[in-house]
């Protein structure tokens, strides 16, 4: 049996977001590797083992998929949302990279999923149809001076933003500055996105004007997105629409 | 009969990277509208009729599929990718903040896809790993300087870059000029991808050094992706992963 490490993406929640090509490189797994929520998402079944792992531990948990791999096996390790977007893809290269020098050999494949930031702007309309970037807030993996660098040449550069993991229970001041900056660097009616949960049954979406925001506002389950100084609200009956238009007029 | 518009992505070109969630809106459509290479990849069936236009009619297309969805068709926009970047949903929603105010009542959805940039990730590793932005290099909408400004920010921020739209057979000389840009503010050997097709039979993927990139690199099929100056490469027989790190140790 040849052995092979599939890193894959779950899509934001809703099973109808997953890829028929996820679903069938999961169909041929003997081992299943991921964060415990993301592991739970994956049906049981005879001639599979679900191997669920905590927060934090990506690089064992990468170390772990790639020995399987190694020893025969046929491996999936889940991300939610898309795996190359602040998630699993970048940990197990990293383990490639510094490990084995035989697990370079391996089938290694990264399988592309609908990323929290596209069905958030999509839960609302367009709101990254024109350049945007997109920042994980979280400082474990990098100083705060960075982030908050990143933050105001974004804002220079007129970027729609897209905020990944705003706000930890841990550290839940990083997003309180965060907001601090963006109220100091944009209009104070640019739109802000709240979007909890989005594609599940309890997906919640909250837009208000930046300066209105606050920061109990988000938590890890939130996607948060700003709008550039061109987005566009259009107030209807029900939830309005927000766009940000594909023309800049000089 | 109530009508409705749903603006939904196709991805990047193979048909197991339609989502199950665009597939069953597609099986209840009774209209498609979209560029005529997207429109091709729907299966044509009775009570199914197609409307291809060519490429910038984006306008003229969203209106009419508005106008017959408020006649009571339910109508399915197509984009390739994920329509809410650089793509159908910006340009419908730009046709109902300024069209007929019935329209703002009509049930309209915008429905997410994989969009070239993770595709093209995905093919590689992880290079969109870390931050990272999204810039389209036409200038048919924006003026060039803002380009230029958005080019010279995100290198100053270290973001790796996706580009989409690089080089248009009309205006081949932007992707020129972002080029020089890019060598004078990133590193020589920071890679820069090029991933034409992606996720189809004619897949291609090249992977060079920045500094050894030249124009006739990219065509508009051809997804960009830059790299930040963290970004590595494992080299191995067969074709190299690349990855961005998730952590920058200062």
């Given at each position: 049996m040849t052995g092979w490490v599939a890193i894959v993406g779950l899509g934001p929640g809703n099973e109808d977001l997953v890829t028929p090509d996820v679903?069938?490189?999961?169909?041929?797994?003997?081992?299943?590797?991921?964060?415990?929520?993301?592991?739970?998402?994956?049906?049981?079944?005879?001639?599979?083992?679900?191997?669920?792992?905590?927060?934090?531990?990506?690089?064992?948990?990468?170390?772990?998929a790639l020995e399987m791999a190694a020893n025969g096996q046929r491996v999936v390790v889940v991300s939610s949302g898309d795996p190359g977007v602040f998630a699993m893809a970048a940990a197990v290269l990293e383990a490639v990279e510094f490990g084995d020098p035989a697990w370079r050999d391996l089938d290694i494949r990264v399988m592309p999923g609908i990323t929290a930031m596209l069905a958030?702007?999509?839960?609302?309309?367009?709101?990254?149809?024109?350049?945007?970037?997109?920042?994980?807030?979280?400082?474990?993996?990098?100083?705060?001076?960075?982030?908050?660098?990143?933050?105001?040449?974004?804002?220079?550069?007129?970027?729609?933003?897209?905020?990944?993991?705003?706000?930890?229970?841990?550290?839940?001041?990083?997003?309180?500055?965060?907001?601090?900056?963006?109220?100091?660097?944009?209009?104070?009616?640019?739109?802000?996105?709240?979007?909890?949960?989005?594609?599940?049954?309890?997906?919640?979406?909250?837009?208000?004007p930046i300066k209105d925001a606050t920061p109990d506002m988000a938590d890890m389950r939130t996607m948060v997105l700003m709008g550039s100084s061109t987005t566009r609200i259009i107030q209807r009956d029900g939830a309005p629409l927000i766009y940000t238009p594909r023309s800049v007029v000089p």
């Open positions: 679903r069938a490189t999961l169909a041929e797994a003997t081992d299943v590797v991921g964060y415990i929520p993301y592991v739970a998402r994956i049906a049981p079944r005879d001639g599979l083992t679900l191997h669920a792992s905590d927060n934090r531990v990506e690089i064992d948990r990468s170390r772990h958030c702007a999509a839960a609302v309309g367009a709101p990254l149809g024109h350049d945007f970037c997109a920042i994980n807030l979280s400082d474990n993996l990098k100083p705060w001076a960075l982030i908050e660098k990143r933050l105001r040449l974004a804002a220079e550069a007129d970027f729609a933003m897209a905020f990944y993991n705003p706000r930890s229970k841990s550290r839940p001041e990083g997003f309180e500055k965060a907001l601090e900056i963006l109220k100091e660097v944009c209009q104070p009616d640019q739109p802000i996105i709240f979007g909890r949960a989005v594609s599940t049954p309890e997906q919640s979406i909250n837009i208000v």
